[in-house]
């Protein structure tokens, strides 16, 4: 009985673990479709629509740091251990993503589009930073 309920514990483990995997991994997908979006709409020289899109992305990015718990660094991921080592600076890159999106959230309720190409393309650097420091 005792092996059982160890086999079970491990097997609940691998389940959330893969679980959180492809919750993170889509919460990606989701963010980089709503980057595409705002990306052709700007293209377009507009700012109608980036209000929704810019306030999803700062929802996403609140929650991500969440979808990273220690036992979840197994199976198909990208995601680099680095991120238990460093959770601090991890945490902060997600805060300073969400913060870059409110801020070009508020720039598209203004229609300022030069504001909000400028807050787009620091997104895009976060992006960069993050990616460089706790990928595999």
Do not use: W
Request: hydrophobic share 40%; charged share 20%.
């Amino acid at each position: 009985m005792k092996k059982l309920l160890i086999i079970f514990i491990f097997s609940a483990s691998a389940l959330f673990a893969n679980d959180v995997i492809h919750q993170r991994q889509g919460s990606m997908q989701d963010f980089n479709k709503l980057m595409r979006s705002a990306t052709q709409i700007l293209n377009d020289g507009e700012t109608q629509g980036l209000e929704d899109i810019y306030t999803k992305i700062e929802s996403i990015m609140i929650e991500y740091p969440n979808l990273f718990p220690n036992d979840s660094f197994e199976g198909k991921t990208k995601a680099s251990q680095n991120i238990i080592e460093d959770r601090d600076a991890f945490n902060i890159i997600a805060q300073d993503t969400s913060d870059l999106a409110a801020l070009a959230k508020i720039a598209a309720s203004n229609n300022d589009l030069e504001a909000v190409q400028q807050h787009h393309q620091n997104l895009f650097g976060s992006c960069k930073s993050c990616h460089s420091r706790f990928k595999n």
